[in-house]
Nanobody
């Protein structure tokens, strides 16, 4: 089992920045891709960004150029730097880890953007 704990959410003004962190613990050996998802009120959970164990990244179109995903394999952590936050960015941001094809989720951290 892999346990994931997110942190760093909060209230920020539009145009501002936040940095989310996710710490993995438990059976972390074998974790491949790690991702951030978000779920806005009344909407389905959607992929924000994904990073492979080797550092390759992919972003949702709406986040490209504004968000940066990174990871520290030695610390079992993944980060999401969010810049130029927009009123459509709020939601609960979830960390996801893929370990041998099994997905694990954190409980999420809430991001609120004021206009």
């Amino acid at each position: 089992q892999v346990q994931l704990v997110e942190s760093g959410g909060g209230l920020v003004q539009a145009g501002g920045s936040l940095r989310l962190s996710c710490t993995a613990s438990g059976s972390t050996v074998g974790i491949n891709a790690m991702s951030w998802y978000r779920q806005a009120p009344g909407k389905q959970r959607e992929l924000v960004a994904v990073i492979s164990s080797g550092g390759s990244t992919k972003y949702a179109d709406a986040m490209q150029g504004r968000f940066t995903i990174s990871r520290d394999n030695a610390k079992n952590m993944v980060y999401l730097q969010m810049n130029t936050l927009k009123p459509e960015d709020p939601g609960v941001y979830y960390c996801n880890a893929d370990r041998y094809g099994v997905n694990f989720w954190g409980l999420g951290t809430l991001v609120t953007v004021s206009s």
